[in-house]
């Protein structure tokens, strides 16, 4: 059932839009990643030594915070943008997609601007941050809840059929031309021959 499924489903176009599409993919995949497995590793090896510490960043990162500063800076960038990126190319390549999609949409992207906050705030150095910090397993379970959140709804947004404007297209310019009083198919008959003939 699923090979003809996939022998059923339309094929890509390979060329350079298709490669640009597939490196964007990647990239937002990729970034989520870090992100995820960041907060993750944070929870289960890093946020326990700072019970009873006095300076939780410092028993946090013992220095290195400006490594996972960089790394949520970098990969936040490139979320958003790709992101953005994505659903242009689904906004403007396809047909009309129904409400409930631009709705799940609107709350993937709220959710990720709240991971975004709970990243920051691990990496932070701002009184913002070292607050979140003295509590850091709290807000980094809500992170990852949230993350998880989003990848469901990124799953559930990817089962929309999503119809191309060019194959949307096509039948209807076939049909015009079917239709069309200018094509030669008409079948020669008799009073014809005779009209041609005087």
Not at 66 to 77: C, E, L
Not at 93 to 114: C, Q, S
């Amino acid at each position: 059932m699923l090979v003809s499924i996939l022998a059923d489903s339309p094929q890509p176009t390979f060329d350079v839009g298709w490669a640009l599409l597939v490196v964007i993919r990647v990239l937002h995949i990729t970034c989520a990643a870090a992100i995820f497995g960041g907060l993750v590793y944070i929870h289960q090896m890093v946020a326990p030594l700072t019970e009873g510490a006095d300076d939780p960043a410092e028993a946090l990162y013992r220095g290195r915070r400006s490594a996972w500063a960089k790394v949520v800076m970098m990969a936040t960038a490139f979320l958003i943008l790709s992101g953005f990126l994505q659903y242009y190319y689904n906004m403007t390549g396809h047909e009309d997609l129904p409400p409930l999609y631009h709705a799940l949409f609107g709350i993937k992207f709220l959710l990720a601007f709240f991971v975004f906050y709970v990243a920051a705030g691990t990496a932070g150095k701002s009184a913002l941050a070292s607050d979140m910090q003295k509590n850091i397993t709290k807000w980094v379970k809500l992170g990852i809840a949230a993350v998880l959140v989003i990848f469901v709804l990124a799953a559930v947004m990817r089962t929309f059929p999503k119809v191309p404007l060019a194959a949307e297209a096509a039948p209807a310019a076939a049909a015009d031309e079917k239709a069309s009083p200018d094509n030669n198919d008409t079948p020669i008959t008799e009073e014809n021959s005779e009209t041609n003939d005087g």
